[in-house]
């Protein structure tokens, strides 16, 4: 093969896999100590935020429920849904630091368990956070699950989960516009 027709060949293949990377939403919106969070992840946690929100404003002011389209509402919910994803990992990093093998997940399963033992909550997950109770497990218990294991551990070490997240040297970029990490949080620039 010659040059030119490698080149077209990689320049087809580039193409393609950027189709793909940006159609399925795959490209990331921060690195956290280089892990990416997805635009999809974002975007179903920004989703499941909103729902959770309007839900809530139906039940306790119905006249208020329009405030979820303000602009600054909107983009209030977006630095929060992604400073907590950023918490998430770094969380999940530091647990898989200290923790080994599978105990990690036993520990994170033992949990969750706990939480939905006995109870048949499917019904009131799906109209309140719009999710199935696989992706509530997956979205919300289990983060949960390891912020209590992490924060155990560090009450434990006599430590705070908030002087750890200062203290940490993680590197974090955003690389979502109007946001940016610092002081340990997100804020909107």
């Keep these: 093969m010659n040059k030119k027709k490698i080149f077209i060949l990689i320049s087809f293949v580039t193409v393609i896999a950027i189709v793909i990377f940006i159609s399925t939403q795959s490209y990331p919106v921060a ?10 992840s974002f975007e179903k ?7 959770y929100y309007q839900k809530m404003l139906e039940t306790y002011d119905r006249n208020q429920t329009a405030v979820l389209d303000s602009s600054e509402i909107q983009q209030e ?39 939905l033992k006995g109870k ?8 309140l956070y719009g999710l199935s109770l696989d992706e509530f497990r997956e979205r919300v218990l289990k983060p949960q699950a390891e912020t209590e294991i992490i924060t155990g551990r560090f009450f434990l070490e006599n430590k705070s989960f908030d002087d750890w997240l200062k203290e940490s040297r993680a590197k974090i970029i955003i690389l979502m516009p109007g946001f940016e990490w610092k ?7």
Excluded: C, Y
């Design 77 to 115: 919910i977006k630095r929060a849904v992604l400073e907590q994803l950023i918490k998430n990992s770094l969380i999940r990093q530091e647990l898989e630091k200290q923790i080994k093998g599978g105990e990690l997940e036993k520990m994170v399963d033992n949990k969750v368990q706990e939480v």
């Design 120 to 127: 048949d909550v499917e019904k009131e997950i799906e109209t």
């Design 183 to 189: 002081n340990s949080q997100v804020i909107i620039k």
């Design 31 to 40: 690195f956290v100590n280089w892990r990416p969070i997805t635009l999809k």
């Design 45 to 51: 946690d920004f989703s499941v935020a909103v729902h």
